[in-house]
């Protein structure tokens, strides 16, 4: 009975024999068959035919209300079923940072997983000269690093722009200096600090290169979670990315950032790479696609802010 249902449904929402037929590739004698067979199975009539008009009866509409709602649970029956016909799961390779797998990759994957459940994702670290290479030769499928860069073999795709931002204990006395801070305020501070080789440890380096500022370093650490755990409890400072400073990691921490001019030269694009000629063809692209889609909707990151 379900398939003359469908098929009575059709009708209905063609509001002609001669439409559905052509919709159904069925010839309307067949059609008309077909109709007449379910109101012999259900004993009703189903449509009162004026000429060449057909209009619903009463028990018409009630039947077609049950076919569309039966033809909705078939579909939801069917597409929940749908991913155990292929016992091959699909594997995505991404190669990021350990930075990066800190600030940018959570959301992402959460996300990633929601849209393509049956992918399994496996993730790869590395340095950014490493990911790029990697991704280079194929070896992953996609990369997130903490920079842009120009390689004729690969696109690269600026997700969100991001920066360092000066991080202290709410109590701390840059915050009661009654002005904004400037990189000579840095000199002799108690810092955390990136440890040495990481990319944004070179940025810091830089930086304090530029303006001659020696900060007394009480640690050199590679985590974000610890820097931040640490700096109450040393009552220090550290240069964070403001891409991982949620309001409500700074909250429950009892932290604060504070605006800082100089900062504003840390700034660079956070960005996705991918082979322009992918091995995996156009499963690569389709992920690559979702995730510029997805910097651009639903995952947010702390709205850019003033450095003055």
Known sequence: ???????????VEQSSLNKASKLL??????????????????????????????????????????AIEQR?????????????????????????????????????????????????????????????????????????????????????????????????????????????????DLNGLPMITFSKDTWYRRLVDNLFGKYAVNPDTRMEIDSFEAIVRLLPICKAAALLPRSYLRPQLLRENELVSLPMKELGETRRATCLIYPLQPENGSQALEWAAEIKDLFRSSLSFPVEESLV
């Open 72 to 184: 909705s649970r078939h579909n939801e029956f069917m597409k929940s079923i749908s991913r155990f016909k292929n016992p091959v799961r699909t594997i995505a390779t991404v190669g990021a940072s350990l930075t990066t797998i800190q600030t940018t990759l959570p959301p992402l994957i959460e996300a990633l997983m929601d849209k393509y459940p049956d992918t399994e994702l496996k993730l790869v670290t590395g340095k950014t000269h490493e990911i790029v290479s990697q991704v280079k030769e194929n070896k992953l499928d996609l990369g997130v690093i903490a920079s842009s860069i120009s390689d004729p073999g690969l696109q690269c795709i600026p997700l969100f722009q991001d920066h360092l931002m000066l991080v202290v204990p709410r109590k701390h006395k840059l915050t009661r200096i009654g002005r904004a801070v400037v990189m000579e």
């Open 25 to 66: 590739n069925l010839s309307q004698p067949a059609l008309s068959r077909k109709i007449a067979k379910l109101e012999e199975e259900l004993g009703v009539v189903l449509f009162d035919r004026k000429g060449k008009r057909l209009e619903l009866t009463e028990t018409g509409q009630a039947a077609y209300n049950y």
């Open 1 to 11: 009975m379900n398939e003359d249902l469908w098929v009575f449904a059709t009708v």
